[in-house]
């Protein structure tokens, strides 16, 4: 009974992996993947706000790589 549970898991197992193949993206497709807000950093306007609002709420001047807080402790 063990030996054919075994089997079953395993013969699912594969059958999950066979279907995941890499298919570029297709023409309709690359004016989606070209706009601006499909970048890491697309925005600098979007970026500047999203580190003003960082650097409001840990309490530091500048944000990234300030030692300190709002806790008092250095």
Do not use: F
């Not at 699912?12 to 601006?36: D, F, R, S, V």
């Amino acid at each position: 009974m063990l030996h054919r549970l075994t089997l079953l898991l395993s013969l699912a197992a594969l059958a999950a992996t066979t279907g995941c193949a890499y298919a570029p993206p297709q023409a309709w497709e690359k004016g989606n993947l070209a706009k601006p807000e499909m970048t890491m950093g697309g925005d600098a306007l979007e970026e500047r706000y999203l580190q003003h609002i960082y650097a409001s709420k840990e309490n530091a001047s500048g944000g990234y790589g300030v030692g300190g807080g709002g806790c008092g402790c250095n």
